[in-house]
Each structure stands twice: as C-alpha cells, then as structure tokens.
C-alpha cells in the first residue's frame, strides 16, 4: 500500500479503479482543500522547473484556476484580469529586468 495524502484531480480515483486496483479516498470542504491546493501548486511548480514543457504548465495552471475558484473567481474573471492587467501593464515578452530606481 502507497501512501499518498494529497488532492487529486476528480477522475483520478476512477481512473485508478479502471486499472483494476483500489484506492481510498476522502472529500473535504473548501477550507481544507484550499490548504491542499497550496500544496499541490508547489509540487506542480516544482515538477514545472524540472520538465519544463506543456504539460506542466497546464497543470501549474489547473492548480492556478482551482484555487481562483476556490475564493469564488471564475476562469473567465481570471483570464479578463489577465488581460486588463497585461493591457496595463504589459506581459514578460521583453525580458526586462528592473535593476534599481532613482
């Protein structure tokens, strides 16, 4: 038996049953899921900074979009801010790097 104690994606338990083995698993409210949320963005953070590549990213972001949602963001509040933000204030394309301010 793994022991494994963090959030899952919701087809995870599914898709493990699928493959013909068991699993356990426990639904918890908002406020602890949130804390598991954070968790979960680390290690997906993580995981980003060693593979670097699509896949990640999307996962960073799913994390990302879970947590808006959690404190009652939809995705499209979050990709309109995105927008007015970038609009505003511009996005990283130019590698600026702010060294100091006089």
Do not use: H, Q, W
């Amino acid at each position: 038996m793994k022991v494994y104690d963090k959030l899952v994606r919701d087809r995870i338990p599914e898709i493990i049953e699928a493959s013909g083995n068991k699993c356990s698993v426990e639904v918890v409210g908002d406020d602890v899921a949130l804390k598991y949320l954070y968790k979960k963005l680390d290690e997906e953070v993580g995981e980003l900074l060693a593979d670097r590549n699509l896949d990640e990213i999307c996962d960073v972001m799913e994390v990302l979009f879970a947590i808006a949602g959690k404190y009652g963001y939809s995705d499209d509040e979050v990709l309109t801010m995105r927008c007015e933000k970038r609009c505003d204030r511009g996005g990283f394309e130019n590698n600026i790097i702010l060294k100091n301010t006089y």
